[in-house]
T-cell receptor, first 109, second 113 residues
Framework: KNEVEQSPQNLTAQEGEFITINCSYS?????LHWLQQHPGGGIVSLFM???GKKKHGRLIATINIQEKHSSLHITASHPRDSAVYIC???????????FGTGTSLTVIP | NAGVTQTPKFQVLKTGQSMTLQCAQDMNHEYMSWYRQDPGMGLRLIHYSVGAGITDQGEVPNGYNVSRSTTEDFPLRLLSAAPSQTSVYFCASNQGGTNNEQFFGPGTRLTVL
């Protein structure tokens, strides 16, 4: 049983395309996190949100609490966006996190 | 701030050897965790700590020990390495409460032969 499910698992896009990665969760959350991991690299937190929408540059994260669903959008995608994007749900205010298995994104020039 | 640091970055062990993966953070975070990352699987929690002197087991604790003598440091010990422990290990910290954004270390790639 996976508390957090992501789709798609793999995604290839042409440079400039609009990209959407989806995340569904089955637990009651305190926050939903989007993380980025470049090949061979560390993990960086992109967004933490508990309602509505957040935007950083070309990245937008949305969440629908009622439907237990979140999306990560990338506008005008670029090869440097190629990475694994991980959705994680935090439960309570401490240390309990449920992680998705990640979406591997490749952006082709 | 250095954030979360981990050493070593790479390590090769023989079956049965022991070693310690180091983790430190300089953000005065109460919560620290160790995860392992394996292909096709999400990050899995090994052990965690909610403050100095307090540790607890996560999802996959067997074969690993931790201690938390200070707020800053959270080492992970492999007691007798096995090939099944070949993985990438990440240490993470967060301040807990409503702002529990996780900060991750750069990872340690461990191979057990």
């Amino acid at each position: 049983k996976n508390e957090v499910e992501q789709s798609p698992q793999n995604l290839t896009a042409q440079e400039g395309e609009f990209i959407t990665i989806n995340c569904s969760y089955s637990v009651g959350i305190s926050a939903l996190h989007w993380l980025q991991q470049h090949p061979g690299g560390g993990i960086v937190s992109l967004f933490m949100l508990s309602s509505g929408k957040k935007k950083h540059g070309r990245l937008i994260a949305t969440i629908n609490i009622q439907e237990k669903h979140s999306s990560l959008h990338i506008t005008a995608s670029h090869p440097r966006d190629s990475a694994v994007y991980i959705c994680a749900a935090s439960v309570g205010g401490g240390n309990q996190f449920y992680f998705g298995t990640g979406t591997s994104l490749t952006v082709i020039p | 701030n250095a954030g979360v640091t981990q050493t070593p970055k790479f390590q090769v062990l023989k079956t049965g050897q022991s070693m310690t993966l180091q983790c430190a953070q300089d953000m005065n975070h109460e919560y620290m965790s160790w995860y392992r990352q394996d292909p096709g699987m999400g990050l899995r929690l090994i052990h965690y700590s909610v403050g100095a002197g307090i540790t607890d087991q996560g999802e996959v604790p067997n074969g690993y020990n931790v201690s938390r003598s200070t707020t800053e440091d959270f080492p992970l010990r492999l007691l007798s390495a096995a090939p099944s422990q070949t993985s990438v290990y990440f240490c993470a910290s967060n301040q807990g409460g409503t702002n529990n954004e996780q900060f991750f270390g750069p990872g340690t790639r461990l191979t057990v032969l």
